[in-house]
């Protein structure tokens, strides 16, 4: 059964800006701690941000200040905002719950062009 689905991504130029969407159930959504990963080619998937039930965020030094994850409980879904984005961003980003992950999605691929 599909628990997450992941929208958004796109062709960008550097410096510019995505919007990134995750729809989970609401069976995960509202009892965990909800991240955003990605994996970049010959790069190991790594946790970019994550954001608890009571609000409070957590970002990767690689995207600090640059990117803002945020929830909306009444919908059951988190965003990634993406701004002045990098080339080294481009990946495959996922969402998934945090510490321990569930199914993964398809992701949504995201490419920088210098």
């Known amino acids: 059964q599909v628990q997450l689905v992941e929208s958004g991504g796109g062709l960008v130029q550097a410096g510019g800006s995505l919007r990134l969407s995750c729809a989970a159930s609401?069976?995960?959504?509202?009892?965990?701690?909800m991240g955003w990963y990605r994996q970049a080619p010959g790069k190991q998937r790594e946790l970019v941000a994550f954001i608890t039930r009571s609000f409070s965020t957590n970002y990767a030094d690689s995207v600090k200040g640059r990117f803002t994850i945020s929830r909306d409980n009444a919908k059951s879904t988190v965003y990634l905002q993406m701004n002045s984005l990098k080339p080294e961003d481009t990946a495959v980003y996922y969402c998934?719950?945090?510490?321990?992950?569930?199914?993964w999605g398809q992701g949504t691929q995201v490419t920088v062009s210098s």
């Open positions: 998934n719950t945090v510490p321990r992950v569930v199914d």
């Open positions: 609401r069976s995960i959504f509202g009892s965990n701690v």
